[in-house]
């Protein structure tokens, strides 16, 4: 029996070269895996990485302006706005600093969705679905620890072990 400490990427690129010959470690080294995919996926903590996709035909809704968009979220200057279009927080159609400020170009949807998360006073807001698929990993991981091999129970060198509930 081996073992190795790593961080995920380099697990990630280890376990996808041992798959093809784990057995006893299989469900571990998938887990592992979709880990490591999750945090690959390019804004996949930004809430407008999944309001896209839950809304692919946002830019057919409601719309607003960059100015009632910085009044929904709450935001001092219109500067901000331009700033979380630019970082990847909000979505926009071709925004820029010389345009009208009157066009509506935002979607109402994310800014009324990113406002009520924020709603505590948060400064940093994580997705709903971001936190679930953390949450997902985390049971999957909890699961597996609370198992030995092949569903057996957990031994160590005292005799049986009972996970903490």
């Known amino acids: 029996m081996h073992?190795?400490?790593?961080?995920?990427?380099?697990?990630?690129?280890?376990?996808?070269?041992?798959?093809?010959?784990?057995?006893?470690?299989?469900?571990?080294?998938?887990?592992?895996?979709?880990?490591?995919?999750?945090?690959?996926?390019?804004?996949?903590?930004?809430?407008?990485?999944?309001?896209?996709?839950?809304?692919?035909?946002?830019?057919?809704?409601?719309?607003?302006?960059?100015?009632?968009?910085?009044?929904?979220?709450?935001?001092?200057?219109?500067?901000?706005?331009?700033?979380?279009v630019k970082n990847g927080t909000l979505l926009s159609l071709s925004i820029s600093r010389s345009g009208s400020r009157m066009v509506k170009r935002i979607p109402e949807g994310l800014c009324v969705e990113l406002a009520n998360l924020r709603g505590a006073g948060k400064r940093f807001v994580s997705p709903p679905e971001f936190v679930d698929a953390q949450h997902a990993i985390y049971e999957a991981v909890a699961g597996m620890n609370s198992l030995g091999v092949n569903g057996t129970c957990v031994t160590n060198r005292t005799g049986i072990f009972t996970p903490a509930g």
Do not use: H
């Open 3 to 84: 073992k190795w400490t790593t961080t995920d990427k380099n697990a990630f690129i280890a376990i996808g070269k041992l798959v093809p010959f784990l057995s006893v470690k299989l469900r571990q080294a998938n887990t592992v895996m979709l880990l490591r995919r999750l945090k690959e996926t390019a804004n996949v903590r930004k809430l407008s990485y999944w309001y896209e996709k839950r809304n692919p035909q946002w830019s057919d809704g409601d719309l607003v302006t960059t100015m009632a968009a910085a009044e929904i979220l709450g935001y001092k200057s219109v500067s901000l706005v331009y700033q979380a």
